[in-house]
């Protein structure tokens, strides 16, 4: 199985709503990743989870909450988000550590269509 | 902070011709990574091609190979006998070959199209 699943495909919501985005995965990989993508754009990292602890924040507003309570599944809580936030939010996943050449692939999902009314 | 340049925003190419798109990049590494990513209009992003950089030989894969000069700094792809199917975005990733993530750092993005 080389696949990352994102649920919802669509979302959209009010500034006062509390929604949140799934990720899941079963390749065994270690490191998995959110990044917002906005039209035209590439993607843009948000948040890196190593060993099912968060790595990396990118000075990512609160708004934005991620979770990671297993090794296969990734969350993204959203709340009070603003219309600026409306974009393509893809997870990702890949191998972490020192891992030889071959694991150095980040397999993306699908993504979810956020629009924030 | 490495940095990586996709100066061609649009590009299109006749089907079954071939097309290179061009990717320059800024790192004061010796040791990293370099990606080719395609998404087409469905919007996944899919890897199309990947190079270590202590390897001197390109990488090929099927119709998509790569022009890797680590001295310049440059990592073209090109895409022989184009197929319909391959209008996409195309994203040149690079990735430090340090670090327990495997962070990408992407240019901008070459939109490619392809003509019937």
């Known amino acids: 199985d080389t696949e990352v699943t994102q649920t919802p495909k669509h979302l959209v919501m009010g500034m006062t709503n509390k929604k949140s985005l799934k990720c899941e995965q079963h390749?065994?990989?270690?490191?998995m990743y959110w990044y917002k993508q906005k039209a035209k754009k590439p993607p843009e990292l948000m948040f890196v989870?190593?060993?099912?602890?968060?790595?990396i924040n990118e000075s990512v507003p609160s708004r934005f909450s991620p979770e990671c309570p297993n090794s296969s599944l990734l969350n993204l809580h959203l709340h009070a988000l603003q219309p600026e936030d409306s974009a393509l939010y893809l997870c990702?996943?890949?191998?972490?550590?020192?891992?030889?050449?071959?694991?150095?692939?980040?397999?993306f999902g699908p993504g979810t269509r956020l629009t924030v009314l | 902070a490495q940095t990586v340049t996709q100066s061609q925003p649009e590009m299109s190419v006749q089907e079954a011709e071939t097309v290179t798109l061009s990717c320059t990049y800024d790192?004061?590494?010796?040791?990293?990574?370099l990606f080719w990513y395609k998404q087409p209009p469905s919007r996944q992003m899919i890897l199309v091609i990947r190079?270590?950089?202590?390897?001197?030989q390109n990488a090929t894969e099927n119709r998509f190979s790569v022009n890797f000069q680590k001295a310049a700094k440059s990592f073209s792809l090109k895409i022989s006998d184009s197929q319909l199917g391959d209008a996409a975005m195309y994203f040149c990733?690079?990735?430090?070959?340090?670090?327990?993530?495997?962070?990408?750092?992407f240019g901008k993005g070459t939109k490619l199209s392809v003509k019937p």
């Open positions: 990702a996943s890949s191998h972490a550590g020192g891992a030889p050449s071959s694991y150095n692939e980040q397999f």
């Open positions: 390749m065994g990989h270690r490191a």
């Open positions: 989870y190593s060993y099912e602890k968060l790595s």
């Open positions: 790192t004061s590494e010796s040791d990293y990574y």
């Open positions: 190079q270590e950089a202590y390897k001197q």
């Open positions: 990733a690079y990735r430090s070959f340090r670090g327990s993530q495997g962070n990408l750092i």
